[in-house]
């Protein structure tokens, strides 16, 4: 299975801050996921990293707010912009390798250790 | 709409007693997968099982067991004779194929919290 890393692992941040968080994995994959973990809560799919191209965001996801870039098939970054307490959460990025030629099969999805990030 | 709901919010046991979380899911596509991940204390997520639409044989693995039937739309996950380091928040989620616009989406339930007592 993939080997994913997370950075940073947690932070605290101010109000009005941005944040960077950096989404390594040890081999190339084909799909990149960034998901919010609110408090308690579920996980939420804040949106597909594709490389070489926009990110496609989910309903209530914008760019402005949590721009991504996925520079190679092995790593991503997200940013939580402009924070507010509402963003503290965990934010977890996963991947999933789908070789060609799979029939459409959904791999296993991993997820790396995420990033617990509080906002003052 | 992909909806998954996970009715037990938490669950306590003691040690040794045999437990089955529920997942009932609902999706439109033919072609789908489930999943069951495990949340310990630390936060890691832990894959445990994916599973197709196609297969519906019960799967073991150890003391873990899964129940997949497409007929009542569930996905139930029994853990027998339960350990203190069962103790977690586990998850049910549901995939479409690549053949449906949202491939490789995992939707959540909301997680059912087991608490294993010595």
């Known amino acids: 299975s993939a080997v994913i890393s997370q950075k940073p692992s947690r932070d605290i941040c101010q109000r009005g801050t941005s944040l960077t968080i950096q989404c390594q994995v040890d081999?190339?994959?084909?799909?990149m996921f960034w998901y919010r973990q609110q408090p308690g809560q579920s996980l939420t799919l804040i949106a597909t990293a594709n490389q070489g191209s926009e990110a496609t965001y989910e309903s209530g996801f914008v760019i402005d707010k949590f721009p991504i870039s996925r520079p190679n098939l092995t790593f991503s970054t997200l940013t939580v912009s402009n924070m507010s307490p509402e963003d503290s959460s965990i934010y977890l990025c996963?991947?999933?390798?789908?070789?060609?030629?799979?029939?459409?099969?959904?791999?296993?999805?991993?997820f790396g250790p995420g990033t617990r990030l509080t906002v003052l | 709409a992909q909806k998954v709901t996970q009715a037990q919010t938490e669950i306590s046991v003691v040690e040794k007693e045999d437990v089955t979380l529920d997942c009932v899911y609902e999706?439109?596509?033919?072609?789908?997968?489930l999943f069951w991940y495990k949340q310990p204390p630390s936060g890691e997520l832990v894959f445990l099982i994916r599973r197709n639409s196609f297969d519906e044989q019960n799967e073991i693995s150890g003391r873990y067991s899964w129940n997949f039937q497409k007929s009542t739309s569930s996905f139930n996950f029994t853990i027998t004779a339960s350990q203190v380091v069962d103790s977690a928040v586990y998850f049910c989620?549901?995939?479409?194929?690549?053949?449906?616009?949202?491939?490789?989406?995992?939707?959540f339930g909301q997680g059912t919290t087991l608490q294993v007592k010595p």
């Open positions: 989620a549901l995939s479409a194929s690549w053949l449906s616009s949202n491939t490789g989406k995992l939707i």
């Open positions: 996963s991947v999933e390798d789908s070789p060609g030629g799979s029939g459409g099969a959904v791999d296993e999805q991993f």
């Open positions: 081999s190339q994959v084909t799909m």
């Open positions: 999706t439109r596509d033919t072609t789908y997968y």
